[in-house]
């Protein structure tokens, strides 16, 4: 069994930064696929980014270039550098864990869908961006 707790979130201004943690229990932290998700009010769940077991990280193209993600395996810890927020960014965010390497997950259309499946996920911390 793996336990997720997320924390971090909060309100901040558009163009502002904030950084999420999510503490995983499990010593085999460093063999899980771990990812980020969000979910906006009335929204699908979608794919922020994952951080394989070998540190290589994937971005789904909303938040390329602006968001950063990280781990401390001593620590069990994945974190979201979020950075140059907008108003669309505004969600709940969530961390997903794989007991399984990373893959990729496609759309009907061929696009990347994810590459983090979600075995397991935290409750998740609000992030609010006003404009």
């Known amino acids: 069994q793996v336990q997720l707790v997320e924390s971090g979130g909060g309100s901040v201004q558009s163009g502002g930064s904030l950084r999420l943690s999510c503490a995983a229990s499990?010593?085999?932290?460093?063999?899980?696929?771990m990812g980020w998700f969000r979910q906006a009010p009335g929204k699908e769940r979608d794919w922020v980014g994952t951080?394989?077991?070998?540190?290589?990280?994937t971005y789904a193209d909303s938040v390329k270039g602006r968001f950063t993600i990280a781990q401390d395996n001593a620590k069990n810890t994945l974190y979201l550098q979020m950075n140059s927020l907008k108003p669309e960014d505004t969600a709940m965010y969530y961390c997903?864990?794989?007991?399984?390497?990373?893959?990729?997950?496609?759309?009907?259309?061929?696009?990347?869908?994810?590459?983090?499946?979600?075995?397991?996920w935290g409750q998740g911390t609000q992030v609010t961006v006003s404009s």
């Open positions: 997903a864990a794989d007991l399984a390497r990373c893959r990729y997950y496609y759309a009907a259309g061929g696009s990347v869908l994810k590459r983090t499946r979600g075995d397991y």
């Open positions: 499990g010593d085999t932290y460093s063999s899980y696929c």
């Open positions: 951080i394989d077991s070998d540190g290589s990280t």
